[in-house]
């Protein structure tokens, strides 16, 4: 069993490249709610917070400006990571893809039961200007379909979860819900990230676990140098291969990553902690505060001293 000393010492789990940049995010989960009108619905969503559909009876139609509509169905997943303005219409039409077919080719008839429209809503909020930058490389309406074949683990206990501690007034249920919430964007953009070959980078590093050590590395401490020769050791690469397979997977060149980053925790840093700019610099990888306000100010358009005044006002 160990000491007591070794068994109050706080556990150490490895990170990864996906779960550090959730951190970065400081996702928080904020509401939810079953959606499960008597009959067909408009709704209009205004509020900039990110959000979560899944349909588990009926349909939704997603509408994001003047961009084609997206319809899901039963069993199917929308997240609108962007916290766009949008309209979402919800009827009881089955999927054509699974529902009877009538001879003239119109849409089957629906005999209306009760409960035929139901889904589970969340919101979410993410913190920072990175973050909103990092969600702006998403699609603005993600979907997840092939479910019954293919179920998301624990999606279905969760928000059950979710929906039973929203509904209680017991101590720290608000906290709880907040959780869970987080626990189920993850469940979900994991799935997504293993699933699609379109990704951006953050997200593409969970899908390559060679290249997601590699940029674990750079995460964990992007002071180090961070050679491409030590990079392609750590990846188990010769240094042409990972080059090329980084660019691939990442979008850009190890070098061009390395510095974004140091940039990107700069950035952070300034705007969550009270430290000198020189000691910033220095922890993100400068040797000079001149150098590092120049390479802030080509990326974030402002002296790093003036970006801190700016965000905190």
């Not at 009876?57 to 303005?85: C, D, F, H, R, W």
């Not at 070098?255 to 993100?284: C, F």
Request: net charge negative; hydrophobic share 40%.
């Amino acid at each position: 069993m160990g000491t007591p000393e070794e068994l109050a010492e706080t556990p150490k789990f490895e990170t990864d490249a996906f779960s550090e940049v959730l951190n970065i995010l400081h996702v928080r989960g904020e509401s939810a709610r079953t959606i499960s009108p008597e009959g067909p619905i408009d709704v209009s969503v205004t509020g900039n917070n990110p959000c979560i559909y899944i349909v588990e009876k009926g349909a939704l139609q997603i509408s994001v400006g003047t961009y084609p509509s997206v319809v899901i169905y039963e069993n199917q997943i929308a997240l609108l990571l962007q916290g766009v303005p949008h309209s979402a219409r919800f009827t009881d039409c089955p999927n054509p893809n699974t529902a009877g077919k009538s001879g003239s080719g119109s849409p089957p008839a629906v005999t209306r039961q009760n409960d035929v429209i139901r889904c589970f809503w969340g919101s979410f909020s993410f913190d920072g200007e990175l973050a909103a930058r990092m969600l702006q490389t998403l699609p603005q309406v993600i979907v997840l379909d092939n479910l019954p074949e293919n179920p998301i683990e624990w999606v279905d206990v969760v928000c059950e979860l979710v929906l039973r501690e929203k509904g209680t007034t017991r101590p720290g249920s608000s906290l709880m819900v907040s959780r869970l919430l987080d626990l189920l964007l993850v469940i979900i953009l994991r799935r997504w990230a293993q699933s699609n070959d379109a990704l951006p980078g953050w997200l593409a590093a969970a899908k390559d676990e060679r290249i997601a050590r590699a940029v674990s590395a750079i995460h964990s401490d992007p002071s180090l140098p961070h050679s491409n020769e030590e990079l392609a050791a750590l990846a188990g690469m010769s240094k042409s291969s990972f080059s090329d397979r980084f660019s691939q997977v990442m979008g850009q060149r190890p070098g061009t990553y390395l510095r974004s980053w140091r940039l990107d925790q700069a950035a952070e840093a300034l705007l969550h902690s009270s430290n000198a700019i020189e000691v910033i610099a220095d922890r993100v990888g400068y040797s000079s505060k001149e150098a590092f306000s120049r390479a802030f100010q080509t990326k974030f358009g402002m002296a790093p001293s003036a970006w801190r005044t700016f965000q905190q006002s």
